[in-house]
């Protein structure tokens, strides 16, 4: 699906957030939002996905405003990954992944949403953890868990806040290509990330936040030195190896 | 192989609704022997005569009259003070949130003691053996209704002023049960002793109280509210998650919250002022129930509704029955009996798990 936000304005109280944010992503665009801690990256997604109410500005999701679509509706379009999941020990892994399915059951889950629960476990490789708790899974393991339930939702659209921070690069590899792979099947999938490296290489698109502002997006074409230098306030040098961006701090 | 994860877990629902059915066959058969059992036992040539219609007066009245209503009490008082514990802590996403944590108990036993001090409930002695009588138990019952009703307003106001995060709520419930804690001293101090005697009966918590009207009362306030939970499982499932989750999810974190603490504090509030403070079960059942069935907000609130019924009228037939004639107060049987229960389970996951 294709979402166009303009100029949206939040703040929380007197501090201003995000200030005149504007940007699009069409259908199988993987965005990567990054910038320095506090730059508003987590924000932008929660007023992408109404959980926080923007103050100025809109948001367009197929050229429908998002204010039209109800909430049932939209938990139907679009599927949001916290960061850090609030804790939630003793419920299983089937249990969770069902949860997603809120927004097509009332009552009792049918028969058909079990069946779709089991698929999804079988395809992110979570079968044999089906019935085992979340707080007995390793991180790598719970994200993939999070993403199942997401995509439970059958959404159109994927938000994920920090989706491989705490990861090991193995299990930081596993989410980006699975998630490039969604992207892939024409879900329009937008996170936040702090490994720029791993945004370049698996993100086709970058949107650059500076202090709630949007100070440079566009495709990889954005990571260039000078960008990167300002956004993060350290020296780098962006090299190319093997047709993949590297970026690298200079001197320490 | 895909097969498989679906009948496992298919097995895990079977296996929850198994749960819930064996505690509800368990109540009946409490209940049955409840019915019989007490001061003066009804054996089965009482009930044959009963059931031919040749039954003495005496055993018709104790059964309809006293035992039934007493049976009843607990099943209905056991289902309020579980369902709206186990409710609590998930809305609170707190595991120490119990029927009380906003202050209801104190509250409701604040307007009690008002009503024995100030309203003449309990300022004479009816009978010379009765030394802690409670003339009007109705002045009184209104009295911790409304006292209950005053803690769950000031909770909302404090709500309504503030945007209320969870630890608002929670720390204001701490502070209405101190309040009302100083008021009941106050009470107390004022009181003489057939009054003082008379308000710590009254916390004691007696399903003795219960009569067919009560029970009807409580009826009217209990069904609804089930029917609501019900409804609104998966929106409390949600909640577990976080309040940004349950918003992506299409649910209203503030309302929902809002309204399930009003609705279990109104019934909790309906319990407490027919039958007084009955501590441990609404803090500690929802704790066994996820011992045995897990962390599924889908069956939790059922299975401890289910198993607070049963195992009030557990305690409190065996507070009748214990060192009959005498009747113990049956909170302090659910504590005896509720810890040992508990701390076997703590103990005998530990093991498993080792």
Redesign the interface.
Known sequence: MRIKVNHISFSYNELQALKDISFEVDTGDMLAIIGQNGSGKSTLL?CM???LKINQGSIEINERPLSAI??????QI???I?QT??A?????V??TVL?GR??Y?SGKPSAHD??FV??L??RLEL?EE??R?INTLSGGQQQRVFIARALA?QPSILLLDEPIANLDIYHQMKVMKLLRQLSAEGITVIITIHDINMAARFCNKALMLKQGTVFASGDQSVYVSANIEYLYDIEVEVVRYKDNICIMPKNL | MNDEVLIQYKRYRARNKRFIIFILLLLVLIGGIALLAGSHWIGGKEILALLRRDGTALEYQILLNIRLPRVLAAVITGIILSASGALMQILLRNPLASPYTLGISNAAAFGASFGIVFLGAGSSIARSSDLFMITNPYIVTVAAFLGSLLGLAIILMIVKVKQASVETIILSGVIINSLFGAGIAVMQYVADNVQLASIVFWTFGDLGRGDWYKLFFMLIVLIPALFYFSIKRWDYKVLCSGDDYAKSMGVNPQQTRILGLVITSLCTAVAVSFFGVIAFVGLVVPHIVRKCIGDNEEFLITGSAVFGGMFLLLCDTVARTIISPVILPVGILTSFLGVPLFLFLITRRKVRCE
């Open positions: 929660k996905n109404r959980i109800s909430p049932a509706k939209l938990s679009m599927a949001y916290p999941e609030e939630r020990t003793g419920l299983t089937f249990d949860l809120k927004p059951i079990l069946e089991s698929e476990l079988f079968e089906a019935m708790t939702q």
